[in-house]
């Protein structure tokens, strides 16, 4: 079960609120969990603290983050 302010990563494709294409492998950290359980939104940031994407994400795409996961680092445009 996921929990607030976990930090997840994606194991699909999602697009953010905004339309910003996030890749499967990117962390986020949950910052809503909708009351039925069934989504929660995500904010993704940038490795220096910005906000990237917010996005709505279901339990089928993604996992708790691990202490085995590596971070890995993309170049974005978008920014919120």
Known sequence: MFKGHEQIVLTAEVLGDEGEELKQGDVGTIIHIHPDKEAFVVE?????????????VL??????????????????????
């Open 44 to 56: 993704f940031m940038s490795l220096d603290g910005g906000t990237v994407a917010i996005a709505t």
């Open 59 to 80: 339990p089928s795409q993604a996992c708790p983050v691990t202490g085995a996961d590596l971070t890995h680092a993309r170049t974005v445009t978008a920014a919120v």
